[in-house]
């Protein structure tokens, strides 16, 4: 059975940074891409980053050149190092398998606030 914990979430003020850590349980981790999405009040789900196995990386427009998705396949952990917060990326943030996704996780909330 596959499990997804994100963690890592809180308060801070424009232009901070947080490190968001989601550990994968199961079996998809080694043998998938991995991906970080998010999801806003009154909003759908939305894509922000994903890293291959291979470690090739892709991004939102919204968060290029601010945050950056890494992998440790020792630990099962994907992270997001998220700089230079803005207003608008407070949102709850999830891990997921891109494209096939499993069951979701409970997310850990961002807001980004002075």
């Known amino acids: 059975q596959v499990q997804l914990v994100e963690s890592g979430g809180g308060l801070v003020q424009p232009g901070g940074s947080l490190r968001l850590s989601c550990v994968v349980s199961g079996n998809i981790f080694r043998l998938n891409a991995m991906g970080w999405y998010r999801q806003a009040p009154g909003n759908g789900r939305e894509f922000v980053a994903s890293i291959t196995m291979g470690l090739s990386t892709n991004y939102a427009d919204s968060v290029k050149g601010r945050f950056a998705i890494s992998r440790d396949s020792a630990k099962n952990t994907i992270y997001l190092q998220m700089n230079s917060l803005k207003l608008e990326d407070t949102a709850v943030y999830f891990c997921?398998?891109?494209?096939?996704?499993?069951?979701w996780g409970q997310g850990t909330q961002v807001t980004v606030s002075s």
């Open positions: 997921n398998r891109p494209f096939s996704f499993v069951s």
